[in-house]
């Protein structure tokens, strides 16, 4: 089986993204799909770019009690990023 239809099989049994998190990432040029998971900084989606291949992104809570743990978070992806050679994007 393809990968694009192992994710797509997965996709559909998963819950939908809110109204506000779908108008946030198309104003960025992607589409979600579903939500992939969460956790205490935010939530995590399968979406689409605009080449229609599949990305996870990370949409983080604003708080303002967590801003130095975001903070390490986002140097902790961007170090991944630099090491998968992949673009990580998180929006707040």
């Known amino acids: 089986m393809q990968r694009s239809k192992r994710v797509q099989q997965v996709a559909e049994k998963l819950p939908q ?6 108008r946030l990432l198309n104003n960025h040029g992607y589409t979600p799909n579903k939500l992939l998971g969460s956790g205490g900084y935010g939530k995590v989606y399968l979406a689409t770019n605009k080449t229609k291949s599949s990305v996870a992104i990370k949409v983080i809570l604003k708080s303002s009690d967590n801003r130095a ?4 978070e986002i140097d902790i992806f961007v170090q991944i990023s630099r090491t998968l050679s992949r673009k990580i994007f998180m929006f707040y």
């Open 69 to 72: 743990d975001i903070m390490n």
């Open 17 to 22: 993204p809110t109204e506000e998190v779908t």
